[in-house]
């Protein structure tokens, strides 16, 4: 049996899928979404055109979406909740191995996990732009942003305590920003500029943090 949400904003799920059934259902849905507004811009793109593309009664789709919006909600959340579990995993590396090289290779980890989602996954250019242009999920797009500097401002410190902690939020966040609007624009560039635009990222990105994740030497 699927689970109601009892949901309390615009975009959460009316229901989540439990059974395979459902679920092959719901993820008929986010599919078609996410390849309809990729074709067509996501104001052109209505939930009973959804519908009949996925083969299913409206009703069917608003049994687990509310709106059109709460689809792009959940496309969106797929993809940042995957990238939540990469960077967790590359700044363990940091704290194993807090040294210069190490952040080198997890900086290259994470810029090429941006890149290689966004080169498999043109759509999710269109997924940002209707982020964007709703208020609602702007404020949960900029909640993750912050989410994603605690983490690594956490993962800093646990090796270097003395490091002032607003510093280095706000490095994180410049960072954060930096690699995001930079792979974004860089599925709108010629494909010539973009080996130089990535290593010079990834350098731009190190140097933010350059110095910081090696532990104070001890005299």
Same mark, same amino acid.
């Given at each position: 049996?699927? !689970?109601?949400?009892?949901?309390?904003?615009?975009?959460?799920?009316?229901?989540?899928?439990?059974?395979?059934?459902?679920?092959?259902?719901?993820?008929?849905?986010?599919?078609? !979404?996410?390849?309809?507004?990729?074709?067509?811009?996501?104001?052109?793109?209505?939930?009973?055109?959804?519908?009949?593309?996925?083969?299913?009664?409206?009703?069917?789709?608003?049994?687990?979406?509310?709106?059109?919006?709460?689809?792009?909600?959940?496309?969106?959340?797929?993809?940042?909740?995957?990238?939540?579990?990469?960077?967790?995993?590359?700044?363990?590396?940091?704290?194993?191995?807090?040294?210069?090289?190490?952040?080198?290779?997890?900086?290259?980890?994470?810029?090429?996990?941006?890149?290689?989602?966004?080169?498999?996954?043109?759509?999710?250019?269109?997924?940002?732009?209707?982020?964007?242009?709703?208020?609602?999920?702007?404020?949960?797009?900029?909640?993750?942003?912050?989410?994603?500097?605690?983490?690594?401002?956490?993962?800093?410190?646990?090796?270097?305590?003395?490091?002032?902690?607003?510093?280095?939020?706000?490095?994180?966040?410049?960072?954060?920003?930096?690699?995001?609007? !930079?792979?974004?624009?860089?599925?709108?560039?010629?494909?010539?500029?973009?080996?130089?635009?990535?290593?010079?990222?990834?350098?731009?990105?190190?140097?933010?943090?350059?110095?910081?994740?090696?532990?104070?030497?001890?005299?």
């Amino acid at each position: 049996m699927d !689970t109601l949400t009892g949901n309390s904003s615009t975009t959460e799920l009316t229901r989540v899928p439990q059974q395979a059934r459902s679920r092959e259902k719901f993820d008929a849905i986010l599919a078609t !979404t996410l390849r309809l507004i990729h074709e067509k811009g996501y104001e052109q793109v209505a939930v009973r055109e959804i519908a009949r593309q996925v083969g299913l009664p409206i009703a069917s789709v608003y049994q687990y979406f509310p709106n059109k919006l709460s689809i792009v909600r959940q496309l969106w959340e797929s993809y940042t909740s995957t990238f939540a579990e990469l960077l967790g995993s590359e700044l363990a590396s940091i704290a194993a191995d807090p040294t210069e090289a190490m952040l080198r290779q997890v900086v290259g980890n994470v810029v090429d996990h941006m890149v290689d989602q966004h080169r498999e996954n043109p759509e999710l250019l269109a997924v940002w732009r209707a982020v964007d242009g709703s208020a609602e999920l702007r404020a949960l797009n900029r909640q993750d942003t912050l989410d994603v500097a605690e983490a690594i401002t956490a993962a800093v410190m646990a090796v270097r305590p003395d490091v002032d902690r607003e510093t280095m939020m706000s490095r994180a966040l410049i960072a954060s920003e930096t690699a995001s609007g !930079t792979v974004k624009l860089a599925q709108e560039l010629p494909g010539e500029l973009l080996p130089a635009l990535y290593k010079n990222l990834k350098e731009i990105l190190v140097s933010i943090f350059a110095g910081l994740t090696e532990a104070p030497s001890q005299t």
